[in-house]
């Protein structure tokens, strides 16, 4: 178990209408940790990664962030989205707005920073991501990949406590995704929490402390990569494993 349990999911259930998406998930991320979480289409993931930051209601279950239970509404939901930075598939800037604005606005508008300390900071975390020389451009003006690093970018200008990333790679061009990939991996590298939901089993093998493989809205097996992809348990697995690194 880990030491410092981040977030727990304790009995989680969800549906949408007749569906049950989530089926007594029990997952516990300790800080630190680089949890990969994979498994065929429709098994559940995204909906798990987009409970933990509430932008999906559970039926039934606990989750706590910190120890705390998630808020329900209002300022302090607004403040646990804060602690929770989620990076999409899509990219979600602003599109009126310069690079360093879409990084800098919510830093103004929730942490309430001054002007200048939040594109001080801005700044800081757009040379991190390798995009300082694209401050002043608009999202139309980069590719799908820098777009992608500014999205990551203003995540982590929150100062968040864990980083959601739900399928961040899967809309961009194949030459776009490693370098998308190499900041995932230089976050993971300087001890950030992070749930990832991907394709990328290649990032699952390097950079996860664990494999969470789904499949019919539970989890099936949540073992260390080198286990997971050497010796899957389950059929399932076995069986997606398969299909996919055939390839």
Do not use: W
Not at 84 to 112: C, D, I, W, Y
Not at 155 to 167: N, Y
């Amino acid at each position: 178990m880990a030491v410092d349990p981040l977030i727990e999911l304790r009995n989680v259930n969800k549906y949408y209408g007749e569906l049950h998406v989530l089926r007594d998930i029990d997952l516990t991320v300790g800080k630190g940790e680089v949890v990969v979480v994979i498994g065929p289409s429709g098994s559940g993931k995204s909906t798990l990664c987009r409970t933990i930051n509430r932008l999906e209601t559970i039926q039934s279950g606990t989750i706590t962030l910190d120890g705390q239970p998630l808020p329900a509404e209002g300022r302090a939901l607004a403040r646990l989205r804060a602690e929770v930075g989620m990076v999409f598939q899509s990219f979600n800037l602003f599109a009126h707005r310069t690079v360093l604005e879409n990084v800098s606005l919510a830093q103004v508008k929730v942490r309430r920073r001054r002007k200048d300390e939040a594109d001080r900071r801005s700044r800081e975390l757009l040379d991190r991501v390798g995009l300082l020389n694209q401050a002043a451009k608009y999202p139309a003006q980069l590719s799908g990949g820098q777009q992608q690093r500014v999205a990551i970018a203003r995540a982590l200008a929150m100062e968040p406590k864990v980083m959601l990333f739900d399928e961040p790679t899967s809309a961009l061009d194949p030459e776009m995704i490693n370098e998308v990939l190499e900041v995932m991996r230089q976050l993971a590298r300087d001890g950030m929490t992070m749930i990832v939901v991907t394709h990328e089993m290649g990032f699952a093998r390097a950079s996860a402390n664990r494999v969470v493989f789904m499949a019919d809205g539970r989890i099936v097996e949540d073992r260390s990569p080198d286990a997971f992809f050497t010796n899957p348990s389950s059929v399932r697995a076995k069986d997606f494993l398969s299909k996919i690194l055939k390839h």
